[in-house]
């Protein structure tokens, strides 16, 4: 995945210490109620489509960008799935990053379905009882955005 430039930035002064970093998950469903996924090129697997805003860019304007970029498909947000905030990941070159995911339900409404980019490998759409080996984050939110349930996040805890 390309760094986006902002980052590149803050990385000269901050090093490879934690950034806290919003980032968005689009969950794209066609007419037929398949979803939309792309084989990455970092790590060769099938995922969801996601990304991080650009500053200033509201979440569903970045979920409709990455689809469109990644895929060549064009989407509509429909509602907010999920709010989480994802534990820390540390890359290869030692830079730590914290996401906070907002996971939108998003409709097709035009495009044909290509890998549009030098991120993605290969790009398709999959039924849903019949995707390809995918890890938990990207299932569960593909179940989440299935279900007619209003947003879940984390409960808030009493302390």
């Given at each position: 995945?390309?760094?986006?430039?902002?980052?590149?930035?803050?990385?000269?002064?901050a090093g490879h210490q934690l950034l806290w970093l919003p980032g968005v998950t689009a969950?794209?469903?066609?007419?037929?109620?398949?979803?939309?996924?792309?084989?990455?090129?970092?790590?060769?697997?099938?995922?969801?489509?996601?990304?991080?805003?650009?500053?200033?860019?509201?979440?569903?304007?970045?979920?409709?960008?990455?689809?469109?970029?990644?895929?060549?498909?064009?989407?509509?947000?429909?509602?907010?799935?999920?709010?989480?905030?994802?534990?820390?990941?540390?890359?290869?070159?030692?830079?730590?990053?914290?996401?906070?995911?907002?996971?939108?339900?998003?409709?097709?409404?035009?495009?044909?379905?290509?890998?549009?980019?030098?991120?993605?490998?290969?790009?398709?759409?999959?039924?849903?009882?019949?995707?390809?080996?995918?890890?938990?984050?990207?299932?569960?939110?593909?179940?989440?955005?299935?279900?007619?349930?209003?947003?879940?996040?984390?409960?808030?805890?009493?302390?």
């Amino acid at each position: 995945m390309a760094t986006p430039d902002f980052i590149r930035t803050l990385r000269a002064s901050a090093g490879h210490q934690l950034l806290w970093l919003p980032g968005v998950t689009a969950i794209v469903f066609d007419d037929a109620g398949r979803v939309l996924l792309g084989r990455r090129t970092d790590t060769r697997k099938w995922s969801v489509i996601g990304g991080i805003p650009e500053p200033g860019e509201q979440p569903a304007d970045c979920a409709v960008r990455e689809v469109f970029e990644e895929t060549a498909v064009r989407c509509l947000p429909e509602r907010v799935v999920l709010v989480q905030a994802l534990q820390p990941v540390t890359y290869g070159n030692g830079d730590v990053c914290q996401y906070m995911d907002i996971t939108f339900r998003c409709r097709a409404v035009g495009g044909e379905a290509r890998v549009n980019d030098d991120e993605s490998l290969d790009v398709g759409w999959f039924a849903v009882d019949a995707l390809p080996e995918l890890n938990e984050f990207g299932l569960s939110r593909i179940k989440r955005a299935m279900a007619e349930e209003p947003t879940w996040f984390e409960p808030a805890t009493l302390g």
